[in-house]
């Protein structure tokens, strides 16, 4: 029987090939929600550009898949792997964020479900479900789920969550490029052509390694991300609007607006439409007009004592008690002033396994290898001077004095 492939124009990677089963998958409504979803969230209010959405990203970790599957295939590293998982992985990657919230990950440091919680369901229940079950097999949708959140016994797990997995190469290369920024430059054909399916020496399993040679390639990666967080993700006035936005939509959830249960189905512009429905909030309208709250204070990780300051990412009862506090400081209102300070990431992890030349396999991980960067010595240095905490104030201020005596933060300058 024959079967017609479909043809997308990408931006990034140009003619993109998508099998039926693909095809199907991206006519389900999941998929098209997230044609309206931003990749970037509220980054083009600095960068305008970056309005492409999570469905292009999609198609391209799905067409890096389809290049990684074929050389390993070329290779003969599939031939013992079952018959569906070269399918199972491809489909793994198009759906790898079929559960992301609107603008992104900022609904989850307000206490909405995680992404993946969301991923289950869409994945392994109703149209996707159905189109992987008919398709591929039975068990499709919960291997593609376990993919997903990086817990598969596949020995091709690498390839949908790990050190240099596709989705990492496609965003940092699709952001870089719709941001206008040259920061995301990374070497995928080498990336790519340097996969291996190797046997880990001390477990003795198959998983997703790489040849020495690519590893110039891999170290690329890791600056390119680091590059990006520091200059677009993290930029002061993103996290000034992401703040704005999770006030928002936190208040909007008190005064039931909305759901939490609601929030995976809304679309960007339906969200914002729904929290700012008869004006009841007027930084909606801030937001949207680019009216962003002001930085009154802003020190690098690199200034601050350790990890005492997490909690800011996840108790968010104790931030909206402190931005009290410092309001009062400052002589403003309670909703005019946003702590902020992203959630910590594993931004410059590293661990994965390396074909030598002579045909020996060793595990490279932080601690890094003769020859290679030392990541360990750079990656603590590195992430505390891209991470920022943050005040931000309806208006211009100064809250030095205010952070030192609520926060118990001094800083120089």
């Not at 198009?94 to 609904?107: E, K, T």
């Not at 869409?122 to 591929?136: F, H, K, M, N, S």
């Not at 108790?315 to 002589?331: F, I, K, N, Q, Y």
Request: glycine share 8%; with cysteine.
């Amino acid at each position: 029987m024959f079967f017609a492939m479909l043809y997308i124009r990408d931006t990034l990677w140009g003619s993109v090939t998508v099998d039926p089963v693909a095809a199907k998958l991206l006519d389900t409504p999941p998929m098209q929600r997230l044609r309206y979803v931003r990749q970037l969230g509220l980054a083009h209010l600095v960068y305008p550009g970056a309005t492409h959405s999570r469905f292009e990203h999609a198609v391209g970790a799905y067409h890096l898949a389809r290049r990684a599957l074929a050389n390993l295939r070329e290779a003969g590293a599939l031939a013992s792997l079952p018959a569906d998982e070269p399918a199972v992985i491809a489909c793994a990657a198009l759906l790898h964020d079929v559960g992301h919230y609107p603008f992104s990950h900022a609904l989850e440091e307000i206490g909405a479900p995680h992404h993946e919680v969301l991923s289950e369901w869409l994945v392994t229940r109703g149209p996707v479900a159905d189109v992987l079950r008919t398709e591929i097999a039975a068990d499709a949708p919960e291997r593609i789920f376990a993919l997903i959140c990086g817990k598969s016994p596949s020995p091709l797990q690498g390839l949908i969550s790990g050190s240099y997995d596709l989705d990492k190469i496609d965003y940092l290369r699709r952001d870089s490029l719709l941001c206008g920024v040259p920061y995301g430059v990374i070497d995928e054909g080498r990336l790519i052509q340097a996969m291996r399916l190797l046997r880990d020496p001390q477990s003795g399993k198959l998983a997703i390694g790489i040849a020495a040679k690519g590893l110039a390639a891999v170290e690329s990666l890791l600056f390119a991300k680091y590059q990006m967080y520091r200059n677009v993700y993290w930029h002061h006035a993103v996290r000034s609007a992401t703040a704005m936005y999770k006030r928002i939509v936190e208040q909007a959830l008190e005064r039931k607006a909305v759901r939490l249960e609601q929030l995976g189905a809304f679309t960007d512009e339906a969200l914002l439409h729904a929290v700012g429905e008869g004006g009841a909030d007027p930084m909606v309208a801030s937001l949207r007009e680019r009216r962003l709250f002001k930085r009154a204070f802003e020190a690098s990780a690199a200034e601050l004592p350790g990890d005492a300051l997490e909690w800011i990412s996840t108790d968010l009862p104790r931030v909206r008690a402190v931005e009290a506090s410092l309001a009062a400081e400052l002589g403003l209102a309670p909703t005019d002033v946003l702590l902020d300070y992203p959630a910590k990431t594993q931004m410059l992890g590293l661990d994965l396994l390396v074909e030598e030349r002579d045909g020996s396999v060793r595990r490279l991980t932080e601690s890094g290898a003769p020859g290679a960067i030392q990541v360990t010595r750079l990656a603590d240095e590195l992430y505390r001077s891209a991470r920022w905490l943050r005040v931000f104030t309806a208006g211009k201020a100064d809250a030095r004095n205010a952070v030192a005596k609520v926060v118990g933060i001094v800083t120089v300058g």
